[in-house]
Structure formats: structure tokens, C-alpha cells
Nanobody, 117 residues
Framework: QVQLVESGGGLVQSGGSLRLSCAAS????????MSWYRQAPGKDRELVAT???????QYADFVKGRFTISRSTNKKSVYLQMNNLEPADTAQYYC???????????WGQGIQVTVSS
């Protein structure tokens, strides 16, 4: 049974930092690309960052230089360090996994991040 469990969200002031964590189970972690997505009220879900199975990293333009994604094979976890947060970063953040050869995309339940001005 695939599980992706997010933690670390909450309320922070503008300019502050948060670190999201996602614990994965039920699939072979090393062969999966791990991503963070987010969805703000009334908006579509958007890709934030990806840590690929081969150790490369990709970021949406709106978080470059502020967010850092990382992954730990030993802990079967992916992380998102978010610095210099802005009110526009307020959203539900979702952890996601997909096999590097393609297939079903798995989702966590999401965690709320709220940035106050």
C-alpha cells in the first residue's frame, strides 16, 4: 500500500522559513521521481520542485533561489526547505511520487502552508 505522509506545514510570517517532509512507503523509493506540488484556493495544482531518481533537481521559476528540494534514500523521504516565504506561497502542499519509467502518480493528502503579511 503506497503512502506519502507530509509534515512540517503551518503558519509563518512573510520572510520566514518552513521545512516540509514527506515519508514514503509501499513502493521502491530509489526508482521514483519525488515532487512537491501546491494548490492555492481557486487555482490549479502546480509543480513546485522535483528530485529525480538520478539525483537531479528541477524547480518552478517562482521558487528558484528560495526553495530547496532534497531526498534521502535511507529514510525514504523527500524534503522541501522553503525560505523567504511570501503570502503568494500560501497553499496546500502535496508530496508526489512517480516511477521514473512512467506510470501512476501517487499523492499525499497534503499539508497547509500559510504565510501572513
Amino acid at each position: 500500500q503506497v503512502q506519502l505522509v507530509e509534515s512540517g506545514g503551518g503558519l509563518v510570517q512573510s520572510g520566514g522559513s518552513l521545512r516540509l517532509s514527506c515519508a514514503a512507503s509501499g513502493f521502491f523509493f530509489p526508482h521514483h521521481h519525488m515532487s512537491w506540488y501546491r494548490q492555492a484556493p481557486g487555482k490549479d495544482r502546480e509543480l513546485v520542485a522535483t528530485a529525480t531518481s538520478i539525483g537531479t533537481f528541477q524547480y518552478a521559476d517562482f521558487v528558484k533561489g528560495r526553495f530547496t528540494i532534497s531526498r534521502s534514500t535511507n529514510k525514504k523521504s523527500v524534503y522541501l526547505q522553503m525560505n523567504n516565504l511570501e503570502p503568494a506561497d500560501t497553499a496546500q502542499y502535496y508530496c508526489s511520487a512517480i516511477l521514473n519509467m512512467g506510470g501512476t502518480r501517487y499523492w499525499g493528502q497534503g499539508i497547509q502552508v500559510t504565510v501572513s503579511s
